[in-house]
Structures are given as structure tokens and as C-alpha cells.
T-cell receptor, first 118, second 114 residues
Framework: AQTVTQSQPEMSVQEAETVTLSCTYD???????LFWYKQPPSRQMILVIR??????QNATENRFSVNFQKAAKSFSLKISDSQLGDAAMYFC???????????????FGEGTQLTVNP | GAVVSQHPSRVICKSGTSVKIECRSL??????MFWYRQFPKKSLMLMAT?????????EQGVEKDKFLINHASLTLSTLTVTSAHPEDSSFYIC??????????FGAGTRLSVL
């Protein structure tokens, strides 16, 4: 079974600064997907960014980018120019590549609570 | 716009009553939906996988008779918490698997059992 570990329960960053959230995972599969989801105080889960394991290029979405190290099984999220609206709980998640319905389940890490200080 | 609609957003009920939570896929047909439970400041715990036209697949430790799941159409899955007790109070979230690699989530339902 796959596991996802987020070793930072809490992080803080000054507005306009950059912060990196860590995520490691354990799997024996060679093909899979990785995600970062954001859960603000409203508790609505919002997809931030995704990465296909077969792609070497790191995914980027505006101010959000990842550092995907497949050999090290590491998938960190970098938030540049942090904004007050970035304050939320961030979850790293893993999904197997398989097409079966049960294969589309997500395995979540424990989350990192990000505080953005003005 | 929202991809998944979940209702109600909050429900308060008396102990012993049953509560139904609906999860609708608004723009896509969804053969698979997922139900999660989340405790305060904790991660999402998968309860079951809802499959259209067939029985749901429950995770180990989740009581099938307590948490009834029905996925009668390609756009609607329901979770019924039967004979609710205070320990069932929690935040319940559904998600829809549309493309193979993306899940979209409902806004969640906060259940409080008195």
C-alpha cells in the first residue's frame, strides 16, 4: 500500500515571500499521479497542482510549482509571492495510474497548515 | 463553477435519527464517487467508493449498515448515516472522479448529532 508523509504540521510565511511545503511518499509502482490540494477555512478542497510521474518536467501553475524527485520519492510544493489568501491546510496526495475505479482512489498526507503573515 | 454539489452543508440531528447527504456531479457523468470523513485538523479518511449501478466498496473498519451508500444514477450518490450517534458527528466530503487522474470535491457536510 502507498503512504504519503507530510513532516511539517505547520508552516508560516511572510506575505510576498516564498515557502516550500514538503511531501514524501512510498510506493512500488512506477506510474502514478501526485497532487497538492488546498483546504481553506471554508473546507472546500481545491486542486492546486498535479504531476504525472512519467513526466520529468516539474509542474507549474502560476505562483505554485513543484519539485518532483522520483528517485527520492519527494514531491514538494513551492509557493512564490505568498498572498494572504494562500493561508490554508495543504494536502499532498497520491493516485495510482491504473484505470480501474478503485485505482482512482487518493491517498492523502496528514496535511500542513500554512499561515501567511501580513 | 462548481463541478460537484453536496447537500446539505450542515445538519443537526437528534441521536437515533437518520441523515441523508447528497452528492451530485453537475456537468459530468460519474461512474465513481468517493465518500470521505474528516476530523478537525486531520486528513481525509476514505470511507467508501461509490459505484454507479453496483454496491459500494467500503474501507476496512467502516460499518456498511451504519453508512449506507446509494449510487443510483451517473450524477447522484447519497450517504445515509443511520441511527446517528454523537460519535458520528464529523465533516463528510464527497468527490467525483471524472478524468482518470483528477478528483473534484464537494463543499462538505458538517454533521452534528445531539
Amino acid at each position: 500500500a502507498q503512504t504519503v508523509t507530510q513532516s511539517q504540521p505547520e508552516m508560516s510565511v511572510q506575505e510576498a515571500e516564498t515557502v516550500t511545503l514538503s511531501c514524501t511518499y512510498d510506493t512500488s509502482e512506477s506510474d502514478y499521479y501526485l497532487f497538492w490540494y488546498k483546504q481553506p477555512p471554508s473546507r472546500q478542497m481545491i486542486l492546486v497542482i498535479r504531476q504525472e510521474a512519467y513526466k520529468q518536467q516539474n509542474a507549474t501553475e502560476n505562483r505554485f510549482s513543484v519539485n518532483f524527485q522520483k528517485a527520492a520519492k519527494s514531491f514538494s510544493l513551492k509557493i512564490s509571492d505568498s498572498q494572504l489568501g494562500d493561508a490554508a491546510m495543504y494536502f499532498c496526495a497520491y493516485r495510482s495510474f491504473g484505470g480501474h475505479a478503485s485505482g482512482s482512489r487518493l491517498t492523502f498526507g496528514e496535511g500542513t497548515q500554512l499561515t501567511v503573515n501580513p | 463553477g462548481a463541478v460537484v454539489s453536496q447537500h446539505p452543508s450542515r445538519v443537526i440531528c437528534k441521536s437515533g435519527t437518520s441523515v441523508k447527504i447528497e452528492c451530485r456531479s453537475l456537468d459530468f457523468q460519474a461512474t465513481t464517487m468517493f465518500w470521505y470523513r474528516q476530523f478537525p485538523k486531520k486528513s481525509l479518511m476514505l470511507m467508501a467508493t461509490s459505484n454507479e449501478g453496483s454496491k459500494a466498496t467500503y474501507e476496512q473498519g467502516v460499518e456498511k449498515d451504519k453508512f449506507l451508500i446509494n449510487h443510483a444514477s451517473l450524477t447522484l450518490s447519497t450517504l445515509t448515516v443511520t441511527s446517528a450517534h454523537p460519535e458520528d458527528s464529523s465533516f463528510y466530503i464527497c468527490s467525483v472522479s471524472i478524468a482518470k487522474n483528477i478528483q473534484y470535491f464537494g463543499a462538505g457536510t458538517r454533521l452534528s448529532v445531539l
